[in-house]
């Protein structure tokens, strides 16, 4: 299972782009990267998904170089509401386990008025 | 996105009992699922993978015989604390997969139970 390393935390403002880097040198030919938002006392909430390049919903977009030894959650204009734990999951989607992902420390992101 | 359920999402239970928590896949079948627990201002830490019809795996350091888990159907976990103790008060947190996806398979997890052990 590849290992995580993202920033312990971060501070921005409303309605600013905030950019979550996690760094997965050693990602494997089948890993996909997963990223997810939890708030005190809830469970994970899925946040976006991707294998390579650039991946884009609505309500973020995830960047991922071509060697995808690192990706970039991109929030675009935060808010007070996006106050939360961000983690960086990487595994092979498609295999029987999967799932069994080890969770770094996130990246705690805290929006200020 | 799926759903995944669980509950009780908290419980309160006297040292010494045991308490069973249940997570469902609302709209989608689950072959496997997933037990984490967290501490406060931890990380999610995996506790065992659950898979129907089968004994779960559990991860180094869990007690199998503590942390009962039974996956009878394709939308249905159990995990059942056996014997509890305060140091067991703790948030546990199931996750399924979902084959749906479009770009993927993708994990979601329930909103977690609250276990607070007298």
């Known amino acids: 299972l590849a290992k995580t390393t993202q920033p312990i935390s971060m501070d921005s403002y409303e309605g600013q782009e905030v950019n979550i880097t996690c760094s997965h040198n050693n990602i494997a030919t089948n890993d996909y990267i997963t990223w997810y938002q939890q708030f005190p006392s809830q469970g994970p909430r899925f946040i976006i998904q991707g294998y390579k390049t650039k991946v884009t919903n609505e309500v973020a977009s995830l960047f991922i170089p071509a060697d995808r030894k690192s990706s970039t959650l991109s929030l675009p204009r935060v808010s007070l509401s996006d106050t939360a734990v961000y983690y960086c999951?990487?595994?092979?989607?498609?295999?029987?386990?999967?799932?069994?992902?080890?969770f770094g420390d996130g990246t705690t992101l805290t929006v200020k008025p | 996105g799926a759903v995944v359920s669980q509950h009780p999402s908290w419980v309160i239970c006297k040292s010494g009992t045991s308490v069973k928590i249940e997570c469902r896949s609302l709209?989608?079948?689950?072959?496997?699922m997933f037990w984490y627990r967290q501490f406060p201002k931890q990380s999610l830490m995996l506790m065992a993978t659950s898979n129907e019809g089968s004994k779960a795996t559990y991860e180094q350091g869990v007690e199998k015989d503590k942390f009962l888990i039974n996956h009878a159907s394709l939308t249905l976990s159990t995990l059942t604390v056996t014997s509890a103790h305060p140091e067991d008060s703790s948030f546990y947190i199931c996750?399924?997969?979902?084959?749906?996806?479009?770009?993927?398979?993708?994990?979601?997890f329930g909103p977690g139970t609250r276990l607070t052990v007298l």
């Open positions: 709209d989608f079948q689950a072959t496997t």
């Open positions: 996750s399924a997969r979902d084959l749906r996806g479009q770009g993927g398979p993708e994990q979601f």
């Open positions: 999951l990487v595994g092979d989607l498609f295999r029987a386990n999967a799932g069994k992902s080890t």
